[in-house]
């Protein structure tokens, strides 16, 4: 006989299974995402006082990957105002108060530390948590220092979130992905550009065909230690990263 434990997740899988086949609620997630990016909703947040520019729903998935992972190490591309960086910083203090895990941290890398930032990052209670590398996530010399951080680390989560472009994601991909531990996560960013609507897209070089889900459409045919795991997204309903929770798997 189940479980009462085992009838819950079975009862999430039967429902969010109804959810893809649900054209009506498909719709409206469509629009709904498209109105968001419209009035600039995931600008709207903070994480333990710092902007975090993040839908919040993605944010319940990534908490709920962390516990499952218990990663001793989430390394992030793109820092912008440190929002994300302290949502990984609570979630390894948090891990490591349960004894989960033992010296937590999160490297964030970001082509551009501005100045304001930076201080506010450097004085917040979680910052013993925090490295941060200033330089292009892709540049020969943040990669020398990144694969030494990752020296005698247990398990790697990945979070790509800087240069939206194709072949900025592609190249982080194959920097980063072969760092992260198997059976945990390469999370990408803001796949949706490749699905809402192109007028809302301003001033950015990336688009439809030149975007993170085109990037990750592309790394995945030349490696196969991933796969696109589409539980968090189907369930969650409004997500940024819609093709963009990669399992590894091997
Ligand atoms: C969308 S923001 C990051 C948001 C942040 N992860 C959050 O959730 O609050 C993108 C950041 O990527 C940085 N960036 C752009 N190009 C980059 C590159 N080549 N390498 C590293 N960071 C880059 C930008 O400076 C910017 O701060």
């Known amino acids: 006989m189940k479980n009462a434990a085992a009838i819950f997740i079975e009862d999430i899988n039967n429902r969010i299974k109804e959810y893809q086949r649900d054209h009506q609620l498909q719709t409206t997630v469509k629009t709904m995402l498209n109105d968001m990016i419209r009035v600039k909703y995931p600008y709207n947040f903070f994480w333990l006082g710092r902007p975090i520019i993040q839908l919040p729903t993605d944010l319940i998935a990534f908490q709920e990957i962390i516990w499952d992972v218990k990663p001793d ?103 980063f992905a072969p760092l992260v531990s198997i059976g945990s996560y390469c999370i990408v960013a803001d796949t949706l550009i490749e699905d809402i609507e192109q007028n809302l897209i301003i001033d950015k070089p990336w688009r439809k065909g030149n975007s993170p889900k085109s990037a990750v459409k592309e790394y995945l045919k030349e490696n196969s230690d991933f796969i696109i795991d589409k539980y968090y997204e189907t369930k969650i309903l409004i997500t940024g990263s819609s093709d963009g929770y990669l399992k590894r798997v091997k």
């Open 73 to 175: 190490l989430i390394i992030e591309t793109g820092i912008a105002h440190g929002g994300s960086l302290m949502f990984s910083a609570s979630m390894v203090a948090i891990l490591e108060s349960c004894g989960e895990i033992e010296n937590g941290h999160v490297l964030g890398i970001d082509i551009d530390i501005r100045k304001h930032n930076k201080e506010a990052i450097q004085s917040h209670p979680l910052h013993n948590k925090i490295t941060m590398f200033e330089g292009s996530s892709v540049s020969a010399d943040v990669i020398e220092k990144v694969n030494k951080f990752c020296k005698n680390k247990k398990k790697i989560l990945v979070f790509l979130d800087s240069n939206h472009t194709h072949e900025h994601v592609l190249a982080e991909l194959r920097v």
